[in-house]
């Protein structure tokens, strides 16, 4: 913004040489101090928080960051999640928590109050986003449930058998004549298949 000081004086001052550049040198500073505030506005807020901000955040609950293998995005988002860590928690409140970090859709929370099983159906490729997974099941999970991770196969197994059968010669004899590591301790002829 221009002319920050001098549009709050009287006209004549701005014809004077020394309150025109009073005027530039206050801009810049009030700029500069309209940005500083800004700022800390947006810091108050863990989505648009700064790295400085973000770093503080994270030392206040104690998580161990790697910059170089995780986005500011995702940190946000842990941030945001270990606040929401709060009981009472629901099987809903769970999966909404575990879409927030891995994605909608991409994980299933079933319980089976029976067996007591808590099984959580993800297929997470990210080692730093299985961590914060891992972390958030072990914060809400209640105490006597089993807690059982399952991967989702997208690829089908398909199993063959068959019978087969195999001759073996046994080429050792016990008079001394056979002697170790000339000639094989047996043979196996080729398979034949039976069925």
Same mark, same amino acid.
């Given at each position: 913004m221009s002319k920050r000081f001098i549009r709050h004086l009287p006209e004549f001052y701005r014809f004077i040489k020394d309150f025109r550049e009073l005027d530039q040198t206050g801009t810049i500073e009030l700029d500069l101090l309209q940005d500083a505030v800004d700022q800390l506005f947006s810091d108050q807020f863990v989505m648009t928080s700064s790295l400085p901000a973000i770093r503080r955040r994270e030392q206040m609950l104690g998580i161990q960051a790697d910059p170089t293998a995780e986005t500011l995005d995702f940190r946000r988002r842990r941030i945001v999640n270990r606040y929401q860590t709060k009981p009472p928690f629901t099987v809903r409140y769970l999966q909404q928590?575990?879409?927030?970090?891995?994605?909608?859709?991409?994980?299933?929370?079933? #319980?089976?109050?029976?067996?007591?099983?808590?099984?959580? $159906?993800?297929?997470? /490729? !990210?080692?730093? #986003?299985?961590?914060?997974?891992?972390?958030?099941?072990? $914060?809400?999970?209640? /105490? !006597?449930?089993?807690?059982?991770?399952?991967?989702?196969?997208?690829?089908a197994i398909e199993l063959e058998e068959h019978i087969g059968m195999r001759h073996m010669t046994w080429n050792y004899t016990l008079n001394g004549s056979w002697q170790l590591g000339y000639t094989p301790y047996m043979t196996l002829e080729p398979e034949v298949l039976i069925i």
């Open positions: 928590q575990l879409d927030l970090i891995v994605g909608s859709g991409l994980t299933l929370v079933e #319980v089976d109050p029976q067996a007591c099983i808590l099984s959580i $159906t993800a297929d997470i /490729a !990210n080692a730093t #986003v299985f961590r914060e997974v891992l972390h958030t099941i072990e $914060t809400i999970k209640p /105490a !006597n449930l089993f807690y059982w991770q399952q991967t989702p196969f997208t690829l």
